[in-house]
């Protein structure tokens, strides 16, 4: 017998392939768009690198911080940098506001910039007090003067880009440079601080200099997550300045960082000095090896009293100059952040350990360093900290770094 089987009917396509025969559904309309003019305005881009610290010492408590923002277009063609640090008092607040244009490939832009500087000489004595009894008894008199240095500054500067890591940059300005200057006077006695006083004194009047400088700038470097891993970067300059004072300033800023996963080994060799007819005038702010980001360990709270010799105190006096020459060397070892760069994997707070040494030598045009090795000298002589580190990228807002 023969059956005859029902006509084959065809399945309906599936969704997808409804969709992919489909060449109308979906897609927008080309006949009417909604057009809108070009806004350059500027936006906030990111809000990071801050810093905060903390500092105990015999003398007292300190607090320091500072936040940077960036501002930009939509492009990116446009730049603006608002930069406030705060260290200490409201005195020795400062910001810095800074504007790039780079629709073009020379760049052009200015700044505005009120940055206090504070440096610390010391003195000490022995001083002979009589008590109401009659009976003689010795301290110690500690005279710490610190010398404030403000630099009020308007700029211009133009950029041309060779690539995107090397540029050459030409700028001109006006600086304004005023002045305070207080003593602390400190008596101590069986190691306590029996008497505290604080006197302003006198300054000059404010300086009123020009300046025109050229700067040869390079950037290979790949950043980490609380600082660079690789590459190198390094900064070439003469600026020379005029008007109140004639002098010019010579910066040679070269950096390495080699890395091998996931450590990196990182190198640092910096010359800033002041050269020619006024390079040494007392007027100028003095260079100081004790900044944090030169010679960690020799700022001027992170001496005892008993460590100044009899005098002017040749241990404070060796770290300033008209010339400094630093060299760093660090060993990172990325603890926590991602996987490929770290040994553990925990992106939350990034942290890095490092191993650090700091050298560093200040000298003047009659005062050449000599490269003695000893703690006792009243000659220029380098001074070397090493210790340890630890930067945490907390929350890609800022990097704190404790030593």
């Known amino acids: 017998m023969l059956v005859t089987l029902p006509p084959v009917r065809s399945a309906d396509s599936n969704i997808v392939d409804n969709f992919i025969n489909d060449k109308v559904t979906c897609l927008p309309d080309t006949e009417e768009f909604k057009i809108h003019d070009y806004n350059p305005s500027l936006r906030l881009l990111r809000a ?9 010492n015999q003398y007292g408590t300190g607090i320091a911080g500072g936040v940077n923002l960036v501002f930009s ?8 940098g608002v930069t406030v640090r705060a260290s200490g008092t409201l005195r020795d607040l400062g910001g810095q506001v800074i504007y790039r244009n780079r629709d073009r490939r020379i760049n052009w832009g200015g700044g505005l910039a009120h940055i206090p500087y504070r440096t610390s000489r010391g003195a000490s004595r022995t001083v002979v007090d009589t008590t109401e009894t009659g009976d003689l008894i010795e301290s110690r008199e500690i005279n710490i003067v610190t010398r404030r240095t403000f630099y009020d500054r308007i700029d211009g500067m133009t950029e041309y880009p060779f690539s995107k890591s090397r540029r050459l940059e030409w700028s001109v300005g006006f600086t304004r440079i005023g ?10 006695r069986n190691g306590q601080i029996i008497a505290r006083d604080y006197e302003s004194l006198e300054t000059k009047e404010p300086l009123n200099i020009g300046s025109a400088a050229i700067a040869y700038v390079g950037d290979y470097s790949y950043f980490g997550f609380t600082s660079p ?7 070439f300059e003469l600026e020379p300045s005029f008007g109140s004072m004639q002098y010019l300033t010579a910066t040679a800023d070269y950096r390495h960082y080699f890395f091998a996963c996931p450590v990196t080994f990182a ?8 050269y020619l007819r006024d390079s040494e005038n007392d007027r100028l702010s003095p260079l100081n090896l004790g900044f944090k980001t030169w010679v ?4 001027s709270g992170s001496f005892d009293y008993e460590e100044c010799q009899a005098g002017d105190c040749p241990e404070l006096n060796r770290l300033v100059g008209s010339k400094v020459g ?3 060397a660090e060993i990172r070892v990325p603890i926590s952040g991602s996987e490929q760069l ?10 890095n350990f490092v191993a650090f040494v700091d050298g560093g030598v200040a000298w003047t045009k009659n005062e050449q360093p000599e490269f003695e090795f000893t703690r006792t000298s009243n000659r220029r002589i380098p001074v070397f900290s090493a210790g340890i580190a630890a930067r945490v990228n907390l929350f890609g807002y800022l990097v704190g770094q404790v030593y």
């Not at 990071?48 to 500092?55: C, D, E, N, T």
């Not at 960690?296 to 700022?299: A, L, V």
């Not at 040994?343 to 942290?351: G, H, K, M, S, Y």
Request: hydrophobic share 35%.
């Open 229 to 235: 891993v690789k590459g190198r970067r390094y900064r």
């Open 73 to 80: 277009d939509i492009l990116g063609n446009q730049l603006l």
């Open 342 to 351: 770290s040994l553990i994997d925990f992106r939350f707070l990034p942290t």
């Open 326 to 328: 630093v060299v760093n």
């Open 296 to 299: 960690r360990g020799y700022s």
């Open 48 to 56: 990071g690198q801050g810093a905060i610290g903390l500092s105990v």
């Open 267 to 274: 190198f640092r060799g910096l010359h800033y000095g002041r």
């Open 179 to 188: 002045y305070n200057l207080e003593s602390e006077i400190y008596k101590v």
